[in-house]
């Protein structure tokens, strides 16, 4: 076996992989361009591609939404011509968007080219890529309008990134600069396994009749991010809880994330589908509204809350028939 001719400690077992196999895994981007395919876009043909593909999920200007931290916002044109974040020791900015932090423009065309977007990941081209990207980095003041990515001038980009002189190799994590200058690497700590903390103890809640002396939490989010509070309108519960079942409402909302369904969905508003409360408030009312709930989510559907598809759910028939009336019922949490 070639296996046993290599010399490997599992004799008899697998086999070599086949240059083609590699290839199909070999997909990243190096800092340096290594892997870069050939191609191109403009800013302009980004636009098209992120209105249709993107803005549903990371904002029409790449604000985001309650699921995703934010792409622009946060740099300067001082920021392009220093390659320093200067927001990022700035302690009064409310958050930190993917622009202030990124070090290299191959990292932000890599993980788009292989992970984006989030329902069709690896379906754009390398035009499209290169045109999202230069799309992004025109928002956020990097490039010109007029500019147009590709293999030849992401160089040129990359010269531009407000954070490019951001990333620090005084470490010794990987060979850099700084690695000699720690005889072990932070990694090698010793392992402890006693004197651990307890379980952590809420000393006090909100009582009900004052959840909502300074308005709803949850409708006070901060300029930028995924931060939110807790809805505190008003303490519906009690009465979910005496409608559908004592257990159903903590128990509902387990089950929702056991599924995946936090994944897309948000209590409060829109993430990548309409938020727990918005479906209820639309749905609710209806005679059958149990009935109806329970044949979408195991069905799925697409176009009555925008063009983002919801697939079949396959989760077990009572924990179907427990989220539908959950969501029928207020989805409280």
């Known amino acids: 076996m070639l296996a046993a001719a290599q010399g490997t400690p599992y004799a008899g077992i697998g086999r070599a992989a086949t240059p083609a196999e590699l290839a199909a895994w070999d997909t990243d981007v190096r800092a340096d361009f290594k892997g870069l395919p050939k191609g191109s876009g403009s800013v302009a043909q980004g636009q098209v591609v992120w209105e249709d593909k993107c803005a549903s999920c990371h904002g029409t200007f790449g604000e985001s939404n309650q699921m995703f931290q934010p792409i622009v916002g946060g740099t300067s044109e001082h920021d392009v011509k220093s390659g320093r974040s200067a927001r990022l020791t700035d302690p009064s900015f409310p ?5 202030m932090k990124l070090p290299t423009v191959s990292t932000l065309w890599d993980y788009v080219n292989r992970a984006m977007p989030w329902n069709a990941p690896k379906s ?12 992004m980095l025109n928002l956020g003041g990097v490039l010109p309008d007029d500019f147009v990515l ?9 010269a531009r990134l407000p954070n490019r002189n951001g990333m620090t190799t005084a470490h010794a994590l990987w060979p850099g600069a700084g690695s000699a200058t720690r005889a072990r690497a932070d990694v090698n700590a010793a ?21 909502d002396a300074h308005g709803n939490l949850a409708e006070q989010n901060r300029m930028v991010g995924a931060q939110r509070g ?33 994944a897309c969905h948000g209590i409060e508003g829109p993430l990548i589908g309409p938020g727990f409360r918005d479906v209820s408030r639309r749905h609710g009312a209806r005679g059958d509204a149990v009935a109806y709930l329970n044949d979408r989510i195991r069905s799925g559907g697409a176009g009555t809350w925008g063009s983002v598809p919801m697939p079949p759910q396959s989760l077990p028939e009572a924990d179907a028939l427990a989220l539908a009336r959950w969501i029928a019922h207020g989805a409280v949490q």
């Open 230 to 262: 807790a809805d505190t309108s008003r303490n519906r519960a009690a009465t979910a809880a005496t409608a559908i079942g004592t257990n159903s409402v903590t128990e509902a909302w387990a089950l929702a994330g056991k599924h995946g369904c936090t």
């Open 95 to 99: 958050g930190r968007t993917t622009l």
């Open 124 to 135: 754009l081209s390398p035009d499209q890529v290169y045109a999202v990207v230069a799309y």
């Open 150 to 158: 590709s293999d030849a001038t992401i160089a040129q980009a990359q």
């Open 191 to 211: 392992r402890c396994m006693h004197d651990c903390a307890g379980v952590p103890r809420i000393a006090s809640t909100i009582p009900d009749h004052a959840r």
